[in-house]
């Protein structure tokens, strides 16, 4: 009796915390854009520099907390940008994440010759996986 309660008592928290993500693992897939050749004129880029990647204080944490995951389906190195800090460096063929708090959230990504970029913003709650393709 006691084996068939604490079952019981088990399976209905799993099933409980699978309603709860409702939002979990959204995916999008994006086709990056060529960048348009100028005369120099500075892109619309949020940070030309490339500092050090390093923690920014999250805007929430614990259950609060949306995760960018990357995945790089192209040959070339990616920069990332979210919120307009730059987060790190994607190699080519590999994946990545950056987690911040929940809320609205927009993110920039350039290949390190600055011949593609792909961009998003939008509110972010959970986690959230983004397909870059060229």
């Known amino acids: 009796m006691k084996k068939s309660v604490l079952v019981g008592t088990i399976l209905s928290a799993f099933v409980f915390m699978l309603l709860l993500s409702t939002e979990s693992y ?5 086709t990056g854009a060529k960048v348009e050749k100028s005369r120099g004129a ?13 923690p920014e204080k999250s805007r929430g944490s614990g259950p609060g907390t949306c995760c960018l995951s990357f995945s790089n389906y192209t040959g070339y190195y ?4 979210v919120d307009n800090v730059y987060r790190g460096r994607l190699n080519p063929w590999d994946d990545g994440d950056v987690c911040v708090g929940n809320g609205f959230t927009s993110w920039y990504a350039e290949s390190s010759g600055g011949t593609v970029f792909w961009s998003d913003a939008s509110n972010c709650n959970g986690n959230k996986i ?3 393709k060229y």
Not at 78 to 81: E, T
Request: hydrophobic share 45%.
């Open 42 to 54: 500075a892109r619309a880029m949020p940070d030309d520099s490339k500092p050090e990647a390093k």
């Open 78 to 81: 990616v920069d990332i940008w």
């Open 26 to 30: 959204a995916q999008k897939e994006l």
């Open 130 to 132: 983004w397909n870059l």
